[in-house]
């Protein structure tokens, strides 16, 4: 039995480390986790690490994307961090994107997406 | 399986989530992973997350101790954070601690204690 995802505070960063490879029911409970998360610390921005995923298909992928969608909505967008190049292969070459959630190399340079664009909306 | 606990940087923190109930061998390999993060990213100071971790038991908390005995020595003290109420309830029970490392609430007070540490050694 895997516990649910847990979403951690930085700031007004809300960051998020999938681990494994995630089972559909995980994703579908971070994705209300995340939603509570966004709207009760009013996030700014959300960063998905998915280092240590080595697979993702087709529905964990549509998934990412609709709580990139989600959290655009609440004003705070995604960054999904850390893909591994054979993900990032797998992707492309099944056609699958994440949607509106943009991607970041690392955790720094999703940190420093999410300050590019808050300081743009100032 | 379970894949290695990943080790996430930022700036020059390094954070680790531990998800679900750890076997001996994740923290074991864990161990080594932060030895040579810290050394290879210059790292300041080492985050442990253990929000979604509901039991500890004694090899756990042992190697906790062991990892912030290792990290300080690298000049990069271990502060775990996230603990819940239950976790902290078991081991006051059982006398364990995590040895050298420090407790914080969570993230953010973590990375506050980290920047304290480092603003006093200036």
């Known amino acids: 039995m895997m516990d649910r995802i847990p979403v ?8 998020v480390s999938i681990q494994g490879d995630p089972q559909d029911q995980d994703v579908l409970a971070l994705r209300e986790d995340l939603s509570d998360a966004v709207v009760r610390h009013g996030a700014r921005g959300v960063i998905i690490d998915i280092t240590a995923v080595e697979i993702i298909d087709s529905f964990i992928g549509r ?30 070459e099944l056609g699958l ?5 943009r991607t970041a190399l690392n955790l720094d340079r999703g940190m420093a997406m999410l300050n590019h664009a808050r300081d743009a909306r100032k």
Not at 8 to 15: A, N, R
Not at 84 to 91: F, G, K
Not at 97 to 101: L, V
């Open 97 to 101: 994107s994440f949607g509106g959630a």
């Open 8 to 15: 951690l505070e930085l700031g007004d960063v809300l960051i």
């Open 63 to 92: 998934m990412l994307a609709a709580i990139a969608d989600m959290t655009r909505l609440l004003d705070a967008p995604t960054v999904v961090v850390g893909m591994q190049p054979a993900v990032a292969i797998t992707l492309a």
